[in-house]
């Protein structure tokens, strides 16, 4: 079955650095987009980015120019690098696909950035 696997949260400093890391499974990798979400709490689930097979990149705002969206389709892994991290990108991360026209979100790994 679809899975999706997320690791690599933790705590971290404000202007400090993380890479979240999504293994996938049970689908074929390379003929999907993968997506990074995130949510803090009491707010509404948000795309932070997003990469296409061919491997063009899109970003939220408020992100670009600070994290990088990556995959490696011989590992089945895509990857979020976050640079200069802030209080306010604090929320559990999500990776994500549609496989087969349905959504697939893994567990979620926890980031929190604070002093």
């Known amino acids: 079955q679809v899975q999706l696997v997320e690791s690599g949260g933790g705590l971290v400093q404000p202007g400090g650095s993380l890479t979240l890391s999504c293994a996938a499974s049970?689908?074929?990798?390379?003929?999907?987009?993968m997506n990074w979400y995130r949510q803090a709490p009491g707010m509404q689930r948000e795309l932070v980015a997003g990469i296409s097979t061919l491997g063009s990149t899109n970003y939220a705002g408020s992100v670009k120019g600070r994290f990088t969206i990556s995959r490696d389709n011989g590992k089945k892994s895509a990857y979020l690098q976050m640079n200069n991290l802030k209080p306010e990108d604090t929320a559990v991360y999500y990776c994500n696909c549609n496989v087969r026209g349905l959504p697939r979100w893994g567990q979620g790994t926890q980031v929190t950035v604070s002093s």
């Open positions: 049970g689908f074929i990798f390379s003929d999907y987009g």
